[in-house]
């Protein structure tokens, strides 16, 4: 695939070419080490070590599409190591509030980091003494609550006038959308102070959201109104007591699959008391909306998962909706710990695939060829969306993507844009063009980080023609480490 962010490269290889049984000119040596060095992906792990003032962008080409007027805010750990001590898992950095804005054709970036007990007691001891998902805690380290370790690192929704800074296995982190100020930790019910409360919430076509808290085998289902009200807490138990990051609802129920990752032991570290037990298989519990007590169990085959998409349940009551599905954790397990230390580990590569829950009769999950993690779509309807966009294009020898798709499931085609292997591809959204209601008629909006350049970089492709490439490109002067998760805030 042609990718107008290599041509530079290309030139430098015919040149090169060209000039075999010249002498090696101090010129040429240098452009012939520049290509044989890989660009260096350890940045997308460094440290930010302050906030980031607003700067303006830089647009490196393109216009900025009519209308197209938000902020794009992302999440993701910036912080990993102090004098004293380090995280050793990547899922335990200090969360950074990014915010991209986009408006009168310009682009800028600012970040904040969240201020959390953590973030102030590791700064305090020069050391990261909290612990974590993957890091033990150290000496001095006061955890009276999970909101003492909890990083507020992992996604960030709004809720009335107030952004929500989330983790999974603690509270919301309120936080302003205009300043990116930390406003404290949101208690939702007393008696349910510091309870978990999942990254990744699923939104009713009202704003309502569900979400998950679990402890083991015990979860609260919450319900929590657009404006940030609660709504209820209702306590369930979870026939296995698996990892949970992610789940998926119909019109009618939620959708909760517990893989064979599950919590055994009492560490505090929640990595070391997860074991992988394939031999258990996938089991998914579908829970009526209506009575949360209504449930029932269907099994599927072992897989790992992080990320969903939406679902689809049929009259009938068939359930379906994509996953994005790896044979084993083996990525959070060890690439997502060696990459702290510089070393790069691959592991299996998460494929797209279709589950489908018939009302009767045997589960399936059925895989495609299609590399993808980060699943986003239109949002504006429930249900298997049509389209699904991704990352993906797993570049070899570094961790993460390097591509970003868009997967057609009436067709079971995958457009794909390749920025190549200089860029490192974070998760990307939707946003729909003002005024058309048409399905997934807008744009995709997202960042990369220019490996080569050492600078993030903010990508606006038109989402209907992702093969095009973007339609216009901004350059920070700055690397942001790689982020996880973020939302798109229509001005
Ligand atoms: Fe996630």
């Not at 980031?52 to 805010?73: F, H, N």
């Amino acid at each position: 695939m042609t990718s107008p962010f290599q041509p530079s490269r290309r030139r430098l290889m015919a040149g090169a070419a060209g000039l075999a049984g010249l002498a090696l000119t101090p010129e040429l040596a240098a452009a012939e080490a520049g290509m044989a060095m890989a660009a260096d992906w350890k940045i997308a792990f460094a440290d930010l070590d302050a906030d980031l003032a607003p700067r303006a962008m830089q647009r490196l080409r393109g216009k900025a599409p009519e209308g197209l007027a938000g902020t794009l805010y992302r999440n993701g750990g910036a912080k990993f190591r102090r004098p004293k001590g380090r995280a050793t898992h990547w899922f335990d950095g200090d969360g950074l509030i990014r915010a991209f804005r986009i408006g009168d054709g310009q682009a800028s970036l600012a970040a904040r980091f969240v201020d959390t007990p953590k973030r102030r007691a590791d700064r305090a001891a020069d050391a990261v003494i909290s612990g974590g998902f993957g890091t033990e805690a150290g000496p001095g380290a006061h955890i009276a609550s999970p909101d003492d370790v909890n990083a507020a690192n992992i996604s960030i929704i709004r809720r009335g006038d107030t952004l929500w800074a989330l983790w999974e296995a603690g509270s919301p982190f309120a936080i302003d959308p205009a300043t990116l100020e930390t406003k404290g930790l949101v208690t939702l019910r007393d008696d349910l102070a510091h309870a978990p409360f999942l990254a990744h919430p699923r939104f009713e076509p009202d704003g309502r959201i569900w979400s998950l808290g679990q402890v083991g085998d015990k979860a609260v289902v919450w319900q929590v109104a657009a404006d940030g009200a609660l709504l209820a807490a209702t306590p369930i138990t979870l026939p296995m007591a698996s990892y949970i990051h992610d789940f998926t609802l119909t019109d009618r129920h939620l959708v909760i699959v517990l893989q064979p990752w599950v919590y055994e032991g009492r560490s505090v570290v929640p990595l070391t008391s997860l074991k992988w037990r394939p031999e258990l298989g996938t089991q998914v519990l579908i829970l009526d909306k209506q009575d949360l007590s209504v449930r029932r169990m269907v099994e599927l085959p072992t897989f790992f998962a992080f990320h969903m998409t939406s679902a689809s349940e049929s009259a009938a009551g068939d359930i379906r909706f994509g996953i994005c599905a790896s044979p084993e954790p083996d990525f959070v397990i060890r690439s997502a710990v060696d990459v702290m230390s510089g070393t790069y580990t691959p592991a299996s590569q998460p494929k797209l695939a279709l589950v489908t829950l018939p009302l009767r009769g045997p589960a399936r999950i059925e895989t495609t060829h299609v590399t993808a993690e980060f699943p986003r779509t239109d949002g504006r309807n429930p249900g298997l969306n049509r389209f699904t966009l991704h990352a993906t294009a797993q570049a070899r020898a570094r961790p993460l993507f390097q591509g970003v798709g868009v997967y057609d499931w009436t067709t079971n085609k995958d457009a794909v844009f390749d920025f190549g292997p200089d860029h490192l591809v974070e998760e990307m959204v939707f946003t729909p063009r003002p005024g058309s209601s048409e399905a997934f008629d807008g744009w995709i909006i997202g960042p990369t980080i220019n490996l080569r350049a050492a600078r993030t970089e903010l990508h606006v492709f038109d989402a209907r023609h992702v093969s095009d490439g973007p339609i216009v490109s901004w350059a920070a002067d700055v690397a942001v480490p790689a982020g996880l998760h973020g939302m798109f805030w229509r001005a």
